[in-house]
């Protein structure tokens, strides 16, 4: 007999997250270009923060988009203001589609 379906349970999310991660790893550690010139290491780093912000976007096989959400403690907002600082919102959700502005922030040739 077979089970019913169900939801995912939060290891199995984790383990499927990390699973893609590593594969990802692995590919950017291993990609050549289609000439077959060695990629540079800053090429394959900002490769593998795109991948990783698009798998976190839901462009990936594996998972839906997944949320980056800040949680600041409770006592940082006093203490910024008290700092003349700005601070964190609990809770903001950092936009998913931070793989397209990617490019914007990446590296070349540091």
Known sequence: MTEEPRAYTEKEVCD????HLATLAHYWATVNNTDGSEITTLDRCNGLIHSILSHMA???????PI???LRPHDD???FHLG???N???PHMVIDTSMHHAWHKYERKNV
Do not use: A, M, W
């Open 16 to 19: 499927i997250f990390l699973n």
């Open 58 to 64: 839901g462009n990936g096989p594996t998972l839906p």
């Open 67 to 69: 949320d980056l959400v």
């Open 76 to 78: 940082d907002k006093d």
């Open 83 to 85: 700092e003349g600082e």
């Open 87 to 89: 601070y964190f919102e």
